[in-house]
């Protein structure tokens, strides 16, 4: 066999069965090995940066180590933003991209690009260039096993001819490495006398707060028993909502700019903080530091102590910590604490619904997303997309157990939500999927990968995929941002978009569309969407005026408000809105 067929088998007995990408005459070894292989299934995008993208989520959905490729030049560069997108959420991928012949690198050849520099930051833990056959298999080996290990991203450069040249073990030589697959699992757990310093300080807390993010991801059960060992409350990083399910009583939901008052008044008023599997990087939303006593859990060591001063770190993964911390701590009877955090979620959920259910012009986007979350079927993934739908998906959508979601967390790139659908509809083709996109992402790139659904839904064994789109002509989030942070009117010239029928793009690719512009329209949108026969796309007529309120609104945050009317050109909207908005919190806390 070849390099390129040997590539993709050596994937493959690493596990790796499903490769996202794009072909390019770079790469052409690598597609050509790729049509014959048995092992390897191909998933095409529309375009590079998409298959980055699909990656990451097949990573962050399936646990797996993702792998996109491209080829040379233009291609690899388009990988970078969803490579980006993996290496800031911390999820493992391999990027696997062609390049020149040898003989002309150097040589200012079309579509030579120097990507050993150009991924060197992206894929800085390892990138490696393969020079001759003998090389190839290490640098496979390696890519897998680095990326797996520090959940990072890896590249490997294939340039055109080493793809074709038959492919050759390294010798037994002076100068040769025999690497081998298998990954070494850690056992994850810090030293004992850490949990038993951890445990100390968390016994002694009056008042819990626990944190948690992505890495608390299957730790369902032990979180919930930690919890109800110290009648904690907890709130949530965004990619980790689906660690706990958001009809637990005291599940205080998403923390931050996104997040919910019940976090804020969490985080303000405990004497003890507990943060398992989270870098969440906004730390006014913390407690002040010397507030309360804090203790981390991370299998990153990088990640311990760096949004708060914690005064016991535990170096490990979050299933087993939790579990050999659970057995050190006491267990607490039903407390005052805890009965208050009750109360005020569940006023939070009648705010809530209050600010839904208010009149806009024409739609309130808060009602699609209210709408949709009774009637979530089982065992369904969301994605999300960066903008005011970010917003909607982390305070109104309320997830159950054993559903999945997620988004660009740390990038919050635009344009993820759609190649994130694809690829859990690929990795679980028998689970229904929905992904909740902007009209702003939705032109981006949106209406491109609508036609890899239509390329490939046919061999799902569900069918259960809708792209539910909010048109609001406005690059909502960035205008609401120089609102509230410049003090500045919208801005016309960037922030308006123009009108496009997306509903009637879908069912040109012979899809279903369907679109609502009224809110006794959205609920039986929802059902006729979640059991059509096909993908559906779901257009919503939205409001762009509606405020994404923040948890807690500070001074300069009002000051910018007033300030802005001086500039802003749709300025009565924007105030009838917000008082619309401010009286639902208030009648949400009066029922």
Not at 372 to 395: C, F, H, K, M, Q
Not at 502 to 531: C, I, K, N, S, T
Not at 533 to 551: I, K, M, Q
Request: glycine content about 8%; proline content about 7%.
């Amino acid at each position: 066999m070849n390099v390129s067929e040997f590539v993709w088998q050596r994937l493959a007995q690493w596990g790796l069965h499903r490769a996202y990408g794009y072909p390019g005459d770079g790469a052409g070894g690598l597609d050509v090995a790729l049509e014959r292989s048995r092992a390897m299934s191909f998933v095409q995008a529309r375009h590079e940066e998409m298959a980055a993208f699909m990656a990451c989520a097949h990573a962050k959905f399936t646990g797996e180590v993702g792998l996109c490729f491209a080829t040379s030049g233009p291609g690899a560069v388009h990988l970078l933003n969803g490579l980006y997108d993996a290496r800031m959420d911390h999820v493992p991928v391999v990027a696997l991209v062609g390049q020149q012949p040898r003989s002309a690198i150097g040589a200012s050849f079309q579509q030579e690009v120097d990507l050993a520099a150009l991924f060197k930051d992206v894929a800085s833990e390892f990138v490696g260039t393969a020079t001759s056959p003998a090389q190839v298999r290490h640098l496979i080996d390696r890519a897998v096993r680095i990326a797996a290990a520090r959940r990072t991203v890896t590249c490997v450069v294939l340039p055109h001819d080493v793809q074709q040249m038959p492919y050759e073990d390294p010798p037994v030589a002076h100068g040769s490495t025999h690497t081998g697959v298998g990954h070494a699992r850690s056992a994850g757990l810090p030293d004992e006398q850490a949990l038993i310093d951890a445990a100390a300080v968390l016994n002694a807390g009056q008042r819990v707060a626990m944190l948690v993010g992505a890495g608390a991801l299957g730790a369902t059960d032990l979180l919930i028993e930690v919890a109800d060992t110290l009648q904690a409350g907890c709130a949530k990083a965004l990619l980790g909502k689906a660690a706990l399910p958001d009809d637990l009583p005291w599940v205080t939901g998403s923390i931050g700019l996104l997040g919910t008052e019940p976090s804020w008044e969490l985080m303000q008023s405990c004497d003890t903080l507990l943060m398992v599997g989270t870098s969440f990087p906004y730390s006014e939303f913390l407690p002040k530091p010397g507030s309360a006593r804090a203790v981390q859990i991370d299998v990153d060591p990088a990640a311990l102590s760096l949004r708060y001063p914690t005064e016991v770190n535990l170096l490990g993964a979050a299933v087993p910590t939790l579990r050999a911390l659970s057995a050190l701590l006491v267990p607490r009877a039903r407390s005052a604490w805890r009965e208050g955090i009750e109360r005020q979620v569940a006023d939070w959920w009648r705010t809530l619904e209050a600010r839904a259910m208010q009149p806009a012009d024409p739609l309130n986007p808060q009602r699609v997303l209210w709408e949709l979350s009774p009637r979530l079927p089982e065992n369904s993934i969301l994605t999300g997309d960066a903008g005011t739908v970010a917003n909607w998906y982390a305070r109104d959508v309320r997830l159950r157990r054993g559903m999945m979601g997620s988004l660009s967390g740390t990038l919050a790139s635009m344009g993820s939500a759609t190649p994130y659908a694809v690829a859990a509809k690929m990795a679980f083709p028998d689970r229904p999927v929905i992904a909740l996109i902007g009209d702003g992402a939705m032109q981006m790139n949106g209406l491109g990968e609508l036609i890899t659904i239509a390329k490939y839904w046919r061999e799902w064994a569900s069918p259960t995929l809708v792209v539910m789109v909010l048109n609001n002509q406005d690059l909502a989030q960035v205008t609401w941002e120089e609102r509230i942070q410049m003090g500045e009117g919208k801005t016309l010239s960037t922030q308006q978009l123009p009108d496009v029928p997306y509903h009637r793009f879908a069912e040109l690719l012979g899809l279903r569309g369907l679109y609502v512009d009224a809110p006794e329209q959205v609920g039986p949108a929802w059902d006729e969407a979640l059991r059509a026969d096909r993908p559906v796309v779901l257009e919503c007529r939205t409001d762009p005026n509606v405020p994404p309120l923040p948890p807690h609104i500070t001074a300069e945050q009002a000051r910018n408000f007033l300030g802005m009317t001086r500039t802003e050109p749709e300025l009565g909207s924007v105030l009838v809105n917000s008082a619309r908005q401010l009286f639902a919190s208030f009648l949400g806390r009066r029922r």
